[in-house]
């Protein structure tokens, strides 16, 4: 008969394998972030309650928030690339560069044009908006998982209630159990990094803006530092944020912005590998392929994903004793 523990083994493999071929990394993270979130602040509330409410408001305002910078931005979007653009023909004219737009209308067009056909782009706009309404979905989903995992844990609630103790199930259960919570350690030691990471990202970030009198600074680098919680994607959303507002002080500044963010978000690469290969004590180059193959087989999820993994199975190796065979005695 197959042991309970192989089967826990089988069935997290199976779960990450079918995040990844499923495309479902997304609503995986978002309960393991969740979760994370929760308990760290159940160790600071000490009340689940409170720990749940504090996290659904934390929620609300962010949701809310980037619903509304969302809304700002694309209202004064035009108006940014109509006191942009001039300056951008004039620096070109002056290098005897050709720019394919003189307003913010020929640069729509042309944009437009690189996605191909308007049949093609309202196609793809469709697509867009079809993957972002089933991720926010399944972010919400994943939410009420965690929720659920974080004030009542266990795959069998029930137990005490089979009429045979030891049964099969309830063994499983125990087994997968373990095998998850075991992941989630990993997680929250990858997590830790990552906190380590965020800061350095910010004090880079924040010398930056101070040093070009960037509007909203502070508000800037808080939210510099809260996106760089999250590997990554966390980067790309608060270096968009910031070469946005750095586009309405003059363009020039929003260059400087994108080839400083651009060589941060590089380097990034090697701070991951360096800092969390040290966390996990896994070698630099070992954690760097383990990014580069989660980024190719998981795309930004998988990027995230492989250093827990990496760690997960380090943990769990160290956990096996492997007795050394004999020597052959020469006859």
């Not at 993994?309 to 769990?316: C, K, Q, S």
């Amino acid at each position: 008969m197959i042991t309970p523990t192989r089967v826990s083994y089988a069935v997290l493999a199976a779960t990450i394998i079918l995040a990844g071929f499923l495309q479902l990394g997304v609503p995986l993270l978002v309960v393991l972030f969740s979760y994370f979130a929760l308990r760290q602040l159940y160790f600071v509330t000490r009340r689940k309650w409170l720990a749940l409410v504090v996290f659904v408001f934390v929620v609300a305002v962010i949701v809310a928030a980037g619903i509304h910078f969302t809304r700002v931005a694309i209202l004064a979007l035009p108006d940014v690339a109509d006191t942009s653009i001039p300056s951008a023909s004039a620096w070109a004219q002056k290098r005897q560069i050709e720019l394919p737009f003189t307003d913010f209308e020929s640069l729509r067009q042309v944009v437009v044009n690189a996605l191909g056909e308007e049949a093609n782009y309202l196609r793809n706009v469709a697509n867009v908006a079809k993957a972002t309404t089933t991720n926010l979905v399944f972010s919400i989903l994943g939410i009420v998982a965690a929720a659920s995992l974080f004030l009542k844990t266990g795959l069998d609630p029930y137990r005490g209630s089979h009429r045979v103790k030891n049964n099969l199930y309830s063994i499983c259960c125990d087994e997968v159990s373990t095998r998850f919570r075991d992941f989630y350690r990993s997680f929250a030691t990858v997590m830790g990094a990552q906190i380590t990471i965020s800061l350095i990202n910010t004090v880079l970030t924040a010398i930056f803006l101070l040093a070009v009198h960037m509007p909203h600074a502070p508000l800037l680098v808080a939210a510099t530092f809260l996106c760089g919680l999250v590997p990554i994607v966390g980067n790309l959303v608060s270096n968009t944020i910031i070469v946005f507002v750095a586009l309405t002080v003059s363009l020039k500044v929003a260059i400087s912005a994108l080839v400083f963010l651009v060589v941060i978000h590089k380097l990034e690469y090697l701070l991951n590998s360096k800092i969390i290969g040290d966390r996990i004590r896994n070698p630099v180059w070992l954690t760097l392929i383990a990014l580069i193959l989660g980024e190719r087989l998981m795309g930004i999820p998988g990027l995230i994903l492989a250093p827990v993994v990496l760690n997960y199975l380090r943990v769990e190796m160290l956990t096996v004793e492997v007795h050394a065979e004999p020597e052959e005695v020469e006859a």
